[in-house]
């Protein structure tokens, strides 16, 4: 079956502009989330959705990142007033049951800020 | 200090060689060990995990976890070029879940025909 998707595969933007990045998970998975990965800094956890429960933002660097899932399906992860230090490739994934499963990745979002 | 440790490499090795690689860690609390493969421009594959001490075999591949070294080890046997990725850790402990996985930062490994 069709894995965890993510679009657009690559994104360039100039600083200061607004981004938004999809992720359509696995078809019955309830759990999501989003990660960061930079050169050199390992995954970095993000965002976290678990069903119709409040989803865990800790992970979130600033106030300029926000995420929604609507419908429990399809989620948006939006980078507003984009800054260089923003460029990575953020990676989605989603799971079964209560998050202690394993995930599946998409192939991530490359974002570049000039 | 980081909580996780792995060395990023690279790591390069013939065709059909054993390989090692291996993550260290400093809490004592961590029982949850994963192995992820990455390939270039790809997300990163749950390759094996383990709750316990001891060795786990899954065709070529063993996960090894020694607690008592704080120390995990993934092993390829009969290495291929197709391994040729990055291999990434990541653990948390038993009680808890994947989103406060500690991940490594992964090793780049070659294996050349």
């Known amino acids: 079956g069709a894995g965890v998707s993510q679009s657009p595969s690559n994104k360039v933007t100039e600083k200061g502009k607004d981004v938004e990045l999809r992720c359509d998970p696995i078809?019955?998975?309830?759990?999501l989330y989003w990660y960061r990965q930079s050169l050199g800094q390992g995954l970095e956890f993000l965002i976290y959705f678990q069903g119709n429960s409040a989803p865990d933002k800790s992970g979130l660097p600033s106030d300029r990142f926000s995420a929604e899932r609507t419908g429990g399906s399809v989620s948006t992860l939006t980078i507003q007033r984009t800054q260089q230090e923003d460029s990575a490739v953020y990676l989605c994934?989603?799971?079964?049951?209560?998050?202690?499963?394993?995930?599946?990745f998409g192939d991530g979002t490359r974002l570049s800020i000039l | 200090q980081k909580e996780v440790e792995q060395d990023p490499g690279p790591l390069s090795v013939p065709e059909g060689a054993i390989v090692s690689l291996n993550c260290t860690y400093s809490?004592?609390?961590?029982?949850?060990f994963m192995w992820y493969r990455q390939y270039s421009r790809k997300g990163p594959e749950l390759l094996m995990y383990t709750y316990s001490s001891g060795n786990k075999e899954d065709g070529r591949f063993t996960a090894q976890v020694d607690k008592s070294s704080k120390y995990i080890s993934l092993f390829i046997r009969d290495s291929q070029p197709s391994d040729s990725a990055t291999y990434l850790c990541a653990m948390r402990p038993l009680t808890g879940n994947n989103r406060k996985l500690i991940w490594g930062l992964g090793t780049s490994l070659a294996v050349n025909p």
């Open positions: 994934a989603s799971s079964t049951g209560t998050g202690n499963q394993p995930q599946h």
């Open positions: 078809s019955g998975h309830t759990a």
């Open positions: 809490n004592s609390a961590f029982q949850y």
